[in-house]
Structure formats: C-alpha cells, structure tokens
C-alpha cells in the first residue's frame, strides 16, 4: 500500500484527547507527526493526563515506521507550554514523577523532536524544549524557568541537563534568578537553535522537517539515541531522593503556600518572614565552631 502521500495536517483516528491534538502529513520523503498541547486558556500548562497523552502518542510514533520527526509546540501564539498546571500542582495532583515523565518521554521518542516555541516558554515548558533535539523559536518567544518565584522546587536531571545546554554559569542564571530571556537571547544561550518571525515560522518548520527527512532514518535513530545516551549517566532518582531527604517539610509548607497564593494574586510573595523566623531559630540555637 505504501507511505501515505497526504501534505495537509490530518487527526490521528483513536487518539481523541481535549488537552492535545495528535497529528501527522506526508511529504515525499516521509511523515511528520505533531503533538499540539491544547490548553490555550491556560497559557498550554500540562496535567498529569496530558503527559501520558503524550506517551500513549510516542509509542505510537516509535512504531510508525513512515514517520521520521516530531513537532512538539503549543496551541496558539501565546505560549510553547508554560509547564504544570499551578493549580493542579497547589492541589497536589502533580507530583515528581509527571515532572521527571515530561522530559523521560522526549527520549523514549525513538525520532527526533523539534520544538516549536511561540510566545511563553516557561518552567516544565522551558525545559522540555531545551531536552527537544531542535528548538525553533518565533520572535514572540519568552524563555524562563519559575521554580522559586512559585514555590515549586524542581529538581532532578532536567535541571542537571541545563548545564549541558547552556553551561554552568547560565544555567545558574536562568533556574535561580527566574529571569526572562528573547528568543534572540534563547539562540545565544543556546536554548533554541533559530528565531525567525511570527509568520515565518510554519515554513523554516517544513524546512528543517525535509532536511531531516532526506537524511537515512536508520542513521537518524541511531544518532539521536547516542546523543540521549548522555541522560543515561544521571542518575534520575538521586536528586528527587536528595530533595525528599533534606527537605522534606517544603511541600505544602507555609512558605510553598505563599508563594502559590501570590502568583494567583499576582502580586509579589513576601518570603522575607521566613528568612526572620529561620532567622531567630539560628540566634537561638547558634554555637561557634573552633576550627583547628
């Protein structure tokens, strides 16, 4: 019967989901398959049911054998994905797992992954499309992570991959200052690969997609399976045990509480009288070390 032939953007029949549209088209050379996060009311956040939507389309994708890439992106020109749901995670229907599953499941993909990043790129969002093998940006594009702006301590090997990316310095930078980054400023990060205009992007898409496609699909797999190999030498169960170990009374404390009901407020958190009341325990509890 043959590769189907189909250029236009087609549903995939029995992967009927609200939250993310799975589709595929034929050029001449192969297929491309496209995962669309469809939350655009929240800014394309992930819940726990998005990502195993995504798995159930990856495994469908590794067993395609016409389809030689992956288009990652987010419904709309506002946002990529701007990571977990805040208020799913304040309920605590997200856990560490899902967080560690979103970046798993890029490298479970046997085909290479391009993100396609337009308007916000932030938290788990930002971080699955710099664990993409390709990130094309448009000039609306805004990168940043939010972990300790919100009170959600991310860790782990995403994190640990940063420095990979963007070296360590940067990495520093980006996940402790919470600062935002120009798509421009993403290219020279090393966080995306181009930027291109709003309307533009949909064709540089296409071209890097054909230039895949030309290319052996064996030899193809086999390269981006040596370059995931790197996430084998992290250990992804370390850092979350490190985390659950030292400190342990964060979720759900008083200060993760402030920080999540300033971002619904959307008004600063005031961290300050935590740092006075750990403050005044050092005072009291305080003894001089004498080093020899």
């Known amino acids: 019967m043959g590769v189907p032939t189909h250029a236009e ?6 992967y009927d989901y609200d939250d993310l549209i799975y589709e595929k088209k034929y050029f001449g ?11 655009p009311d929240k800014l394309n ?7 195993r939507h995504m798995w159930e389309c990856v495994y469908d994708i590794n067993a395609d054998p016409s389809i030689g890439v992956v288009i990652l992106t987010g419904m709309g020109d506002k946002a990529f994905c701007t990571g977990g749901d805040v208020g799913v995670e304040a309920e605590g229907e997200l856990g560490d797992a899902i967080f560690i599953s979103c970046n798993s499941l890029l490298v479970a993909c046997k085909k290479p992954i391009i993100a396609v990043v337009k308007g916000w790129c932030v938290g788990g969002g930002n971080h699955m499309a710099y ?5 094309i940006a448009a000039d609306n594009a805004r990168f940043a992570q939010n972990g300790p702006r919100v009170g959600s301590p991310a860790s782990g090997w ?5 420095i990979r990316v963007l070296g360590a310095k940067k990495a520093r ?6 600062r935002r980054y120009s798509a421009q400023e993403a290219v020279e990060m090393g966080l995306a690969n181009v930027v291109v205009p709003l309307d533009k992007v949909d064709d540089e898409v296409d071209k890097w997609c054909s230039e895949i496609l030309e290319k052996s699909p064996t030899c193809i797999q086999v390269l981006k399976a040596s370059f995931d190999e790197e996430f084998n030498y992290m250990r992804w169960d370390v850092p979350m045990a490190l985390q659950r170990k030292i400190f342990p009374s964060f979720m759900r404390s008083e200060e993760q509480q402030e920080a999540q009901k ?5 008004r600063e958190p005031q961290f300050l009288r ?6 005044e325990e050092y005072l009291r509890t305080r003894t001089k070390v004498i080093v020899k």
Do not use: H
Not at 274 to 279: I, N, S
């Open 29 to 39: 050379t192969g297929g491309v398959a496209r995962m669309t996060i469809n939350r």
């Open 131 to 135: 664990c993409c093998d390709f990130t």
């Open 262 to 266: 300033a971002f619904f407020e959307k």
């Open 9 to 14: 953007w087609r549903k995939v029949e029995g």
């Open 45 to 51: 956040s992930f819940t726990g049911a998005t990502i």
């Open 274 to 279: 935590f740092r006075e009341k750990d403050y």
């Open 158 to 162: 995403p994190i640990q991959y940063a």
């Open 173 to 178: 930078e980006m996940w402790m200052l919470c």
